[in-house]
């Protein structure tokens, strides 16, 4: 039987592809909230914007009085919260945006959550959930060896990854105190098509292609996980339905590099299928790199364990980090004026 997804933030990057999702391969009902900001590009939603399963309200999650009328009409079984400011070098030179949106806006959605649930009839309020969806980089940074697991620390480096790490809290807590059943999944680096380009691989792969220097942090010896977006997808709607409440569930892509391999994997391909030519012959476009100072507080390396969700789910990524990037390269090449349209609107 169809249910009723409310998405925070779903014409966001993940958010989008999560909406296609439950637009394309289900039968569910689906309210995108978005409050539109930078890294919201509604050209993502463009495809499913008139299914009759659709609908988009552009609000802010600190509304609280329209929050609760939206749950009162819309009456979800799910809420997924996705909404959120998610680059780190962002935060760093304004944080309080951070602070805002990702601790008081995830309170905010918490407590219309809450409310709603509580007059909820037994067998609905049995089935509702909510899923916040988090990062690995709340865990801090490993040493050359180990994984996080659901059971590390937390030890956040940056103000983006200490105003997630609050947010997680704060889930985790409106669980233990008021029984709201709640999910947290920490994911690993995503990437994929409809990524804003100031993420590394969209930004490397547009400063490729435009001829710009592409710069990499330190030495580039830093290392992440990677996760296709799709895979990320795919496990976040099997662990909504099938994820014990209360739970957080890790989400990896078994993909270690360092930047400086995801950097190089990219102008390999761009060599390939698109030459970098001049007047004195071929180039390669990793002639563009170019080492910056490292930022503050450079996590060294993320890396997932991901048993907890591979023994509940039988899950695994299906895409491998190379046939992933490929994707993700021609996407951006043959979508060149989606990327133009939203970094033109997102100019200062």
């Given at each position: 039987m169809p249910d009723r997804f409310l998405i925070t933030g779903g014409s966001g990057f993940i958010g989008s592809a999560y909406v296609k999702f439950l637009i394309n391969s289900t039968e569910h009902e689906v309210l995108n909230l978005d409050k539109l900001t930078y890294a919201s590009n509604q050209a993502s939603l463009e495809a499913i914007d008139t299914n009759k399963r659709y609908r988009f309200i552009q609000a802010d999650i600190l509304d609280s009085t329209l929050i609760e009328n939206i749950f009162s009409e819309f009456q979800p079984n799910f809420v997924v919260h996705l909404a959120a400011e998610s680059h780190v070098d962002r935060s760093i030179a304004d944080a309080g945006n951070f602070v805002n949106t990702n601790i008081v806006g995830t309170y905010a959605l918490l407590e219309a959550s809450r409310k709603y649930w509580q007059e909820l009839s037994d067998e609905e309020a049995q089935k509702f959930k909510f899923h916040h969806i988090s990062t690995d980089e709340v865990f801090g940074s490993l040493p050359e060896l180990g994984l996080f697991s659901e059971s590390s620390p937390y030890d956040p480096s940056s103000p983006y990854s200490a105003s997630k790490a609050a947010s997680d809290h704060l889930v985790r807590s409106w669980y233990r105190t008021y029984g709201l059943p709640t999910l947290i999944t920490n994911?690993?680096?995503?990437?994929?098509?409809?990524?804003?380009?100031?993420?590394?691989?969209?930004?490397?792969?547009?400063?490729?292609?435009?001829?710009?220097?592409?710069?990499?942090?330190?030495?580039?010896?830093?290392?992440?996980?990677?996760?296709?977006?799709?895979?990320?997808?795919?496990?976040?709607?099997?662990?909504?339905?099938?994820?014990?409440?209360?739970?957080?569930?890790?989400?990896?892509?078994?993909?270690?590099?360092?930047?400086?391999?995801?950097?190089?994997?990219?102008?390999?391909?761009?060599?390939?299928?698109?030459?970098?030519?001049?007047?004195?012959?071929?180039?390669?476009?990793?002639?563009?790199?170019?080492?910056?100072?490292?930022?503050?507080?450079?996590?060294?390396?993320?890396?997932?364990?991901?048993?907890?969700?591979?023994?509940?789910?039988?899950?695994?990524?299906?895409?491998?980090?190379a046939s992933g990037l490929r994707k993700t390269v021609i996407w951006y090449i043959e979508n060149q004026a989606w990327v133009a349209n939203i970094t033109e609107r997102t100019k200062p």
């Open positions: 994911s690993s680096n995503n990437y994929g098509p409809n990524q804003f380009p100031e993420k590394l691989i969209p930004l490397t792969i547009m400063n490729a292609l435009n001829e710009q220097p592409i710069n990499i942090y330190g030495d580039g010896k830093n290392i992440r996980d990677w996760l296709y977006v799709l895979d990320h997808i795919d496990a976040l709607y099997q662990l909504l339905l099938k994820g014990e409440e209360g739970h957080s569930y890790n989400i990896g892509g078994n993909n270690q590099k360092t930047n400086l391999e995801v950097v190089e994997g990219i102008c390999n391909i761009l060599d390939e299928i698109l030459p970098r030519a001049s007047d004195s012959g071929s180039l390669s476009y990793s002639d563009l790199i170019t080492f910056v100072s490292d930022r503050p507080g450079h996590d060294f390396r993320y890396a997932i364990d991901t048993n907890k969700i591979e023994n509940l789910l039988n899950w695994c990524p299906r895409e491998n980090f």
